[in-house]
């Protein structure tokens, strides 16, 4: 599902689900390779409207995340104002306790006694945020398309992957290379325009996410990291420290 979409095929007029009305109304897919006509749900139901493909012969293509109803985001349970993302990536690249404690004191709210929402914490919490919002938008005063690469922002990346970024990817066919500890990827997911290299120094993180990796090779790989060029041309580098730099997005709906 999607809490946004398209007014127009060629993406330039974006509109959020929860301020349409008409039922009929055609929109299209935020996915810029998708064909998917999409159309309101829940107008007048319990639960929060967002589009859906409704009509069967203009489905999602195989592949397209905003298909899949676990992409769903709901920003009431976050709080915006909160989040920095170099922070983030930061924390992410990091297992050390002190990093987590200062994150965790930093986003932690009381009000009356009790815990009040905190910002987008996961890789995947971030990658969803980022997924439910046009990439011109912004949280927090930060754009969306300088948080992530993929096949929507795509065309501001015309010179490669540099510094803290997600990148939407998919395995390459050689995987990885077990004596150099790198694991090989391709992104963003449908025009595969950027070659990248995870590289890691601990054996064991490698091992565990390498393991992870093959076994889930037809998914959607989302890496988060500090990206650099790497010596090959067209292709970039981060490295991997932590465990919570990576995340399986399984495309069956």
Known sequence: ??????????????????????????FYCPNPHCTAH?????????????FRATKRQFPHIHGCIYGLNSMEFDKDQFEETLFDFEETVNAF???????????????????????KARPPRTLRQVYKM?????????YNGKQISEMILDDRSEYRYPNGIFGSKI???????????????????????????????????????????RTELYNNRQHIIV???????????????????????VAVIPIHR
């Open 38 to 50: 999409l159309h309101i749900c829940a107008v007048n139901g319990s639960k929060k409207a967002y």
């Open 167 to 209: 990148v939407e990817s998919v395995a390459c066919s050689l995987l990885y290379d077990k004596t150099a500890m790198q694991i090989y990827l391709t992104g963003p997911v449908f025009s595969r325009r950027y070659k990248l290299i995870l590289q890691f120094e601990d054996a064991k993180i490698y091992q565990i996410i």
């Open 130 to 138: 980022c997924k439910n919002y046009p990439v011109n938008d912004t």
């Open 223 to 245: 890496v988060a990291g500090i990206w650099e060029r790497a010596a090959k041309w067209n292709c970039f580098l981060t490295k991997v420290t932590s465990k919570k730099q």
């Open 1 to 26: 599902m999607a809490t946004y979409a398209y007014r127009d095929a060629e993406r330039t007029d974006s509109i959020f689900a929860s301020v349409v009305e008409n039922r009929d109304e055609r």
């Open 93 to 115: 690249c990091s297992d050390s306790a002190t990093e987590h404690k200062t994150v965790k004191q930093r986003d932690t709210l009381y009000h009356n006694g009790c815990v």
